[in-house]
């Protein structure tokens, strides 16, 4: 079956420590974003790709960092450097040629003890 | 990027047609108006999308008028399982890879018994 995945569903980690968000889409899609969602807010970008060895910050990249080595992966490690890192984070991707479509990821909840 | 704005919440009925509006006075010629659906810990999932006049599907119908200044997401005789935040974006189709998808805070409808 064609997807994305994300693991952990739930991540505990202690303050100051950093962490790691796993993404991985089976997709062929080229274009791969990380959002993160607070309670009863809308999604904010964190990262996007549009394409593999390439990434550009969104509207609150700080804290965080990506990579994107393989086309099918688009890991978000969040930093000690983040001052509020509990959220829910999603993951999702897009086909270049689609008009906008995206296909979200089941999400991760982060919590920083 | 076109601006959107939507109510912040609804309420409706079971069976009752709900119609959530959205506007976008600054749409662009090359935008697509696009909603997602976003029930609890879960990644968004696309409903529909649209360029102009109606667009129907088996979950929803969006309603474009002509200026194309705002769009309606409507959802006929709703269920407890349409309970959920849905989401409108405005972007340009055309742009392949380099479209950012942008989310606000949605519209949160709550569908009582």
């Known amino acids: 079956d064609g997807g994305i995945t994300q693991s952990p569903k739930y991540l505990f980690r202690k303050e100051g420590q950093n962490v790691t968000l796993s993404c991985e889409q089976n997709l062929n899609h080229d274009a791969m974003y990380w959002y993160r969602q607070d309670p009863g807010q809308g999604l904010r970008l964190i990262y996007y790709s549009q394409i593999v060895n390439d990434f550009q910050k969104g509207d609150i990249a700080e804290g965080y960092s990506v990579s994107r080595e393989k086309k099918e992966s688009f890991p978000l490690t969040v930093t000690s450097a983040q001052k509020n890192p509990t959220a829910f984070y999603l993951c999702?991707?897009?086909?270049?040629?689609?008009?906008?479509?995206?296909?979200f990821g089941p999400g991760t909840r982060l919590t920083v003890l | 990027l076109a601006k959107t704005t939507q109510p912040i919440s609804m309420d409706s009925y079971e069976g009752q047609e709900v119609n959530i509006t959205c506007s976008h006075n600054?749409?662009?010629?090359?935008?697509?108006i696009t909603w997602y659906q976003q029930f609890p810990s879960q990644g968004p999932r696309f409903i529909i999308q649209g360029y102009k006049t109606k667009v129907t599907n088996e979950v929803a119908s969006l309603f474009i008028p002509a200026d194309r200044k705002s769009s309606t997401l409507s959802l006929p005789r709703v269920s407890l399982s349409d309970t959920a935040v849905y989401y409108c974006?405005?972007?340009?189709?055309?742009?392949?890879?380099?479209?950012?998808?942008?989310f606000g805070r949605g519209t949160s409808l709550i569908v009582h018994p």
């Open positions: 600054n749409i662009a010629t090359n935008d697509y």
């Open positions: 999702a991707s897009r086909a270049s040629s689609s008009y906008n479509e995206q296909f």
């Open positions: 974006l405005v972007g340009d189709a055309f742009t392949g890879g380099s479209y950012i998808p942008t």
